[in-house]
């Protein structure tokens, strides 16, 4: 559980609007080649968006998403023209624990849990040097 891409925010901005900011940030620094791997995007209800699905099979990144309450009584009231469920995955979806984790290890940085810093750019970079100290640090 190693962080390896941040963006800051204003405290009243929404996470779903960020999401595709920090997979080209994360995409572009080309941390997906350097593992040989491919990109598998495990997000929370907030990303439950019909807008972020169509955006992430565009870009042909799997998700597992859950969905919310509300888009599956929307789906069903629409009968057959609703549309299948997305697929989720509930034990892939399990593994997102790691990224609460993750937000646990940066909270232990006192500075970083308050947010002491008047100027978000202070602030990045004190979680910039967070992240690059958990990101090293042995296991």
């Known amino acids: ?9 204003p405290g009243q901005a929404g996470d779903n609007p960020q999401l595709m900011p920090l997979l080209d940030g994360y995409q572009g620094a080309g941390h997906h080649r350097r593992s040989g791997r491919r990109v598998h995007l495990l997000a929370d209800k907030a990303y439950s968006h019909p807008s972020t699905r169509a955006r992430l099979r565009s870009r042909r990144i799997t998700h597992t998403i859950p969905e919310r309450s509300d888009q599956v009584k929307h789906r069903q ?7 299948r469920p997305p697929h989720f995955d509930p034990h892939l979806y399990a593994q997102r624990n790691t990224v609460e984790r993750c937000f646990g290890r940066f909270k232990q940085w006192r500075g970083i849990a308050s947010r002491y810093d ?4 202070v602030y990045l970079g004190g979680l910039t040097l967070a992240a690059t100290l958990i990101y090293t640090r042995q296991e």
Request: hydrophobic share 35%; no cysteine; charged share 15%.
């Open 1 to 9: 559980m190693r962080p390896v891409e941040v963006i800051v925010t």
């Open 77 to 83: 009231s629409q009968g057959s023209g609703g549309g």
């Open 118 to 121: 008047k100027y978000a750019a």
